[in-house]
């Protein structure tokens, strides 16, 4: 589904991706794990299509397809969705209306109709229920004046609206308590298929009991240092990181 | 708002030329070029006008000639030659229809391009209309049934002709002829407009609405309105404007007056999409309003909604004169300004009697390399005590060549009142626009999104179908402003 071959980024003349490979196939969950401010967020935001990164080497190929060339609103379409680490407020814009464009710009690109608004509103109670958000948040308008906790749990709603091929979750279990983090990875887990893939990128093994992954992956210095089974999460969660920074420095 | 109007909405945005950017070939009786009495002579007498509003005319007139166009505004205006200007111009052989069937079909067929076909109007909506197609009134549509209420509504001439008596008492009490410029200039030459008098204690049960529309080439626009709100009376009104696209400057001086007796409540929401000029701010409408309320009753209420997103250069302060004690004036605005378009707009709040309140929400788009400045005056004379006004004045900025100003102007005479201003500027941010993008929606669409939440505050106060054609107005004008 997703192959990420020598991709090397750099924003502002500063490299932070420096020959990263990553593969991602159907059905599996992926975890991506590693120190602050190693390029994490930013793998996640070049995979989406975000403006003002440098691309200066490598590909991403998705579904068989470069999507480097390819600008965001269509990477969403054809079904790559971000868990923000940070969601930005949109004033003014209620979730529903939101979530409405979004749903029916995604038809369009698979040249169906625009929904009616009875279905969607159906549609908006089945996958808040799904996700155990509330519906007086979905009232409101974009993530504004959300708790942290409460963007989260946004986020994975509006997963669940769109029903992306592939999901990245930017620390979504971030700032979340245990009971939100255990309905966030409910969630996740409720969607997820065989035929779609999850990335999940985190700080703590205990989202991992809850969301277990395939895969687990250490990005440090803009690479992928480490890979390993789901058992490699609870090394790092007792060993830190150092270990890997002196395997990796030898 | 429904969400589906909002989607229709924004697929709309995809579309980029002005749309309304045609013109009627219609046989028009037009005056001579130029200003001068003889020329008012001739307006009043085709009007077949009393004494009165001829000397009324040409006192403005002989005022206009000592006075200096305003140049106070952050406004940059071409000069303008008064003197190559037709003052008047009238669709010919207008004699008083009966039904639409007597309508020049050339005519329908302006409205009907315009989505306001008066029958569909009339049949479906509910709203009554005055469609002013020029200078002259075409159709008057409803009056009966408001008439049974006693409420009048019709063309501004045909007030003149069947109540010169409510025309003559109220016409230039809350904006005298001498009042500024382009008040005296309208009150010298005005043709024609809308008027409005709902009688004591009746609430008037359907939205009034007219739609304005400049046609010939070199004709400058000079709008007359009055409404009066009797005692306990109440209505809300709507103004829309859609002009043909023209390479020349087209001059638009309107007046509005609104008289609200005791206890009276007018809400008066314009909707204005005049040509822009073009993407080099070639062409375009110059768009220099008057336009003013006066609470003269105890507890009476004005409201104006305003949604501007036309005109190449628009200078417009409607305000309230609240005379009566505890009366509550309020000014909502959305102002977008795109590639050379400029606006000085905003509002003026008069206290003069006690317990008043005033209210100002203006919200300022600007793309491009336009300019939009909000100018507002507040002023709190010593005897309206315990009085309040509210401001806020909130500038969107959208790319970095366009300018966003904020002039507040605020004049305490007591020490009972209270004033507050609070202003914000704005940008769309990046951050927002891939939060959208990676849902799916591009950029545009986004961009209409956002400004649309932005300038919710305003667009809600709008009536449900205004709402929908200003929704549509604020993306489709900011197109291709973004990337
Ligand atoms: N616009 C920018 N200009 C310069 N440097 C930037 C910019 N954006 C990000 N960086 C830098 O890129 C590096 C990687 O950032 P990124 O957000 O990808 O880290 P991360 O692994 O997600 O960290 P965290 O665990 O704290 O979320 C950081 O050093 C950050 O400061
Ligand atoms: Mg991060």
Redo the contacts between chains.
């Keep these: 589904m997703l192959k990420i071959k020598d991709l090397q980024v750099s924003i502002n003349g500063k490299t932070i991706l420096r020959g990263l490979n990553l593969e991602v196939n159907k059905g599996e969950v992926h975890a991506i794990m590693g120190p602050n401010g190693t390029g994490k967020s930013t793998l996640a935001n070049v995979i989406a299509g975000k403006p003002g990164y440098h691309i200066d080497k490598g590909e991403i190929i998705y579904k068989g397809k470069n999507i480097l060339e390819m600008p965001p609103e269509v990477r969403a379409q054809e079904g790559i969705f971000l868990g923000f680490q940070y969601p930005v407020e949109i004033p003014g814009v209620s979730m529903t209306n939101f979530m409405r464009t979004a749903i029916n710009e995604h038809r369009k690109y698979k040249g169906l109709d625009p929904m009616s608004a009875g279905e969607f509103l159906k549609l908006m109670k089945e996958k808040q229920k799904l996700v155990e958000i509330q519906a007086k948040l979905t009232n409101r308008s974009v993530n504004e004046g959300f708790s942290g906790g409460e963007k989260k749990k946004n986020e994975i709603f509006q997963m669940a609206m769109l029903e992306p091929n592939l999901a990245i979750l930017d620390e979504t279990d971030s700032g979340l308590d245990i009971d939100a983090l255990k309905i966030v990875a409910n969630g996740v887990n409720k969607l997820r298929t065989k035929e779609n893939a999850t990335i999940v990128i985190t700080h703590y093994q205990r989202l991992l009991d809850y969301i277990v992954p395939d895969f687990v992956h250490v990005l440090f210095d803009g690479k992928i240092v480490k890979s390993g089974g789901k058992e490699l999460a609870l090394v790092l969660e007792e060993k830190g990181y150092e270990w890997i920074k002196d395997e990796s420095s030898k | 708002m ?3 109007e ?2 229709n909405i ?1 697929d709309e945005v995809t579309q980029s030329d002005y749309k309304y950017g045609f013109v009627t070939d219609i046989e028009m009786e037009t005056a001579a070029k130029g200003l001068n009495e003889d020329i008012i002579r001739y307006i009043s007498m085709k009007k077949n006008e009393p004494e009165f509003l001829l000397e009324y005319r040409l006192r403005a007139y002989r005022k206009w000639l000592t006075m200096k166009e305003p140049d106070w505004a952050h406004l940059k205006i071409p000069p303008i030659d008064y003197q190559d200007i037709i003052y008047y111009a009238a669709p010919k052989e207008k004699k008083e229809l009966s039904s639409l069937d007597e309508v020049d079909p050339e005519l329908l067929e302006t409205f009907n391009k315009l989505g306001i076909s008066l029958e569909e109007q009339k049949r479906l909506s509910g709203v009554a209309v005055d469609a002013v197609f020029d200078s002259v009134s075409v159709k008057t549509t409803f009056s009966e049934t408001l008439e049974k209420q006693g409420i009048i509504f019709c063309s501004f001439s045909e007030a003149v002709q069947n109540h010169p008596e409510l025309v003559k008492k109220y016409m230039g009490s809350v904006v005298p002829y001498g009042d500024n410029y382009f008040a005296a200039l309208n009150s010298a030459v005005f043709s024609d407009g809308s008027f409005c008098y709902i009688p004591k204690g009746v609430k008037c049960p359907v939205e009034l609405s007219t739609y304005f529309r400049i046609n010939t080439a070199g004709t400058g626009q000079f709008e007359r309105t009055l409404l009066i709100a009797d005692e306990g009376s109440y209505v809300s009104y709507m103004e829309g404007c859609t002009a043909p696209q023209r390479d020349e400057n087209q001059l638009h001086a309107a007046v509005v007056e609104i008289v609200a007796l005791k206890d009276a409540e007018v809400k008066y929401s314009t909707v204005q999409n005049w040509y822009p000029g073009d993407k080099d701010g070639k062409g375009g409408i110059y768009n220099f309003v008057t336009k003013r309320g006066m609470c003269k009753g105890s507890h009476s209420k004005i409201s104006w909604t305003q949604v501007e997103t036309g005109s190449a250069i628009t200078w417009k302060y409607p305000g309230c004169i609240l005379l009566g004690d505890n009366s509550v004036g309020e000014f909502y605005s959305v102002a977008v300004t795109n590639n050379h378009q400029q606006a000085d707009t905003g509002s003026k709040m008069i206290h003069i009697g006690k317990n008043t309140k005033s209210t100002i929400i203006s919200k300022g788009i600007s793309a491009g390399f336009s300019n939009n400045s909000y100018r507002g005056l507040v002023k709190i004379s010593k005897r309206a005590e315990n009085s309040r006004n509210y401001s806020q004045c909130d500038s969107l900025l959208l790319g970095d060549k366009c300018g966003a100003h904020t002039f507040p102007y605020i004049n305490t005479a007591n020490s009972s009142s209270i004033v507050e201003h609070e202003a914000t500027t704005s940008k769309i ?4 626009l ?10 545009e ?1 986004a961009i209409g ?2 400004v ?6 305003v667009l809600k106060q709008l009536p449900m179908e205004f709402a929908v054609e200003a929704q549509k107005l604020l993306s489709v004008s900011l197109e291709g402003s973004v990337g």
Aim: negative net charge.
């Design positions: 429904k969400e589906e909002q989607n924004l941010s990046e951050d927002q891939f939060y959208c993008q990676q849902r799916g929606i591009d950029t669409n999104l956002i649309n939440g932005y300038a919710k505050e």
